[in-house]
Each structure stands twice: as C-alpha cells, then as structure tokens.
C-alpha cells in the first residue's frame, strides 16, 4: 500500500463511490432491457396463472414486417416526431427570443409559459378531451362564436384530424421546457458580440444568423435529441384522448408496444415493440451526439 500514489488513491476512491450508483442504475435500467429483449425472442402463453415461454429467436420481429398496424404506427410515429420536434423547437425558440427581449423579462411570462409543462401529463390530456368534445367542447364554442366553423366539428373523429390534434396538444405541453432550455442558452451569449455586431453594420437577421444559431448549437442540439426521444416515448396522450383510433390512425409505436402486451396478451411481440423504440431512439441520439463533435472535434461549451 507503501507505493500507491495519491492519483491512483483518488482513482479508486472515484471507483468506490461511483459504485453503488452504477448498480442502481444497473438493476433499474440494465435488468429491464435484458429481460425485455429475452421477452422478444420467445413466445409467451399466460395459461392456468402460470407463464410458459418458448424459444423462437428473431420471430417476433420477422411478423413485425409483415404486420400492418406496426407499419401503420412506424409512419404515425415518423410523421408525429418529425413534425413535434421541427414545431417545438421552433416554436421554443422564438418564445425564449421573446423572452430574451428587454420587454419580456418580466417574471410573470416565464411563470405563465410554465403552466403548460407542469400539469401532470394525464390531466393535460384530461382537459384537452374537454377542450375537443365534438359536442360541448370550448374550442368548437370559440371557433364557431368567431365565425369561423359554421357547425361543430369532430375533432378526434377522422385518423389525420386526430393525429394531427394529438400533435398540437403534445406541441403545447413540451414548448415551456424547450423554451426554457434555450433562453438559458441565449443568456450565455456575451452582448458585446451583438454590441460589435452592430457596430460593424449587421442587421438584426445576420446577428441571429451569425451570432446566435452558432453560440445555440449545443443547446439546440440538447433539445432535438430530449425532444426526439420524447416524442417516441409519447403514451398519455393516445391513451386518454384516442386509445390508437379511430382506425387505428393515431397508434403510435408506444401505444403498440402496450396494445400488443396488455390487450391482446402478445407479450413477445410487445416486447419486440418496445424494443424497436428502444433502438431507434438509441440510433437517433447516436447520431445527434455525433453531430455535435464533427470530425471527432469537441464542440466547446
């Protein structure tokens, strides 16, 4: 023990308390998608309150292939993500450069942007089921007093209008926290860059080109990938609001995987399902983690 430095002390002190988080972290994170990858290589019979599990490798994923509803919620799923995340983050970051603006720094509108995010997810979805009833909803009554609708109409009633509903509602509840991020970022960006900016003739376009894109590029990056991962995970929303109709237009990956599992009792292909979101969210924040070190390059903070 004589010859042991202090850096290698260190080291194994660092080892020692960072063990018992990694165990953690292995039990509820590791353990789960192990037993549900072993889940998706079998198929699994509930029968007589036993459990009977059988071999059958990559078969649940092969009938995903060949299965219409899973074709139908990866396009609903693509569409919903690729839509959610363009609309967030936009959306986000205008709202953080109106706040960023000498005129909306008040506290007030940062505590009224929040509300949204801070409802609990069900009974967001709860009021928005108010919101959008075909017969009573305030939106239908809004539209139609402004003159804009001249009959009531049934918001959740064909599978593009429902998708595309179940879209603003989700792009309302997760624009606060995007925004939030990104003002934090906009707050980081020296002024004497715009004060120098201006002095050398930019206008207030080449200075957001110029100066703040550039500075946000880690913290817009930050975003995409929390809000692409959240938006695959999305449950609440179709559960409450839709339950995947009407024609199965608004099921999304997620909503599959527990359809299939607690539905129709196709624990293996539920768990196929889930694995799916799992890889592919894996994939895509892979690939936005790389986009912030081009060339191997580390992208300062």
């Known amino acids: 023990m004589a010859g042991i430095t202090l850096q290698q002390r260190r080291r194994r002190f660092g080892v020692g308390a960072l063990l018992p988080a990694v165990v953690i972290i292995l039990a509820i994170l590791a353990y789960p998608m192990a037993a549900s990858l072993w889940l998706s290589l079998h198929h699994v019979e509930l029968a007589g309150g036993a459990v009977a599990e059988s071999f059958i490798g990559l078969a649940n994923y092969a009938a995903l292939l060949d299965d219409d509803s899973f074709r139908l919620a990866v396009s609903n799923s693509a569409y919903f993500s690729v839509c959610e995340v363009a609309l967030v983050v936009g959306l986000g970051l205008g709202v953080a450069?109106?706040?960023?603006?000498?005129?909306?720094?008040?506290?007030?509108?940062?505590?009224?942007?929040?509300?949204?995010?801070?409802?609990?997810?069900?009974?967001?979805a709860v009021l928005w089921k108010w919101i959008l009833n075909s017969n009573y909803g305030i939106l239908?009554?809004?539209?139609?007093?402004?003159?804009?609708?001249?009959?009531y109409v049934t918001w959740l009633g064909t599978p593009g209008r429902a998708l595309n509903m179940l879209l603003l509602v989700d792009v309302w509840k997760s624009i606060p926290f995007i925004a939030l991020l990104l003002l934090a970022g906009l707050q980081k960006i020296p002024s004497m860059l715009y004060r120098a900016a201006w002095l050398d003739g930019a206008n207030t376009w080449q200075q957001f080109r110029f100066i703040t894109l550039p500075s946000l590029r880690t913290t817009l990056a930050i975003a995409i990938i929390l809000q692409t991962l959240w938006s695959f995970k999305l449950f609440d929303l179709v559960y409450v609001l839709t339950r995947g109709g009407p024609a199965d237009g608004t099921v999304l990956l997620n909503y599959l995987a527990y359809r299939?599992?607690?539905?129709?009792?196709?624990?293996?292909?539920?768990?196929?399902?889930?694995?799916?979101?799992?890889?592919?969210?894996?994939?895509?924040?892979?690939a936005y983690i790389r986009m912030l070190r081009p060339g191997g390059r580390k992208v300062p903070a």
Do not use: K, Q, Y
């Open 97 to 124: 450069l109106l706040l960023n603006h000498p005129l909306g720094r008040s506290g007030f509108f940062r505590v009224l942007l929040i509300i949204p995010w801070a409802i609990a997810p069900v009974a967001n």
């Open 140 to 151: 239908n009554a809004i539209l139609t007093e402004l003159g804009l609708i001249d009959n």
């Open 260 to 286: 299939e599992t607690f539905n129709f009792l196709h624990i293996g292909s539920g768990a196929a399902v889930a694995n799916v979101v799992f890889f592919i969210s894996l994939i895509l924040a892979i």
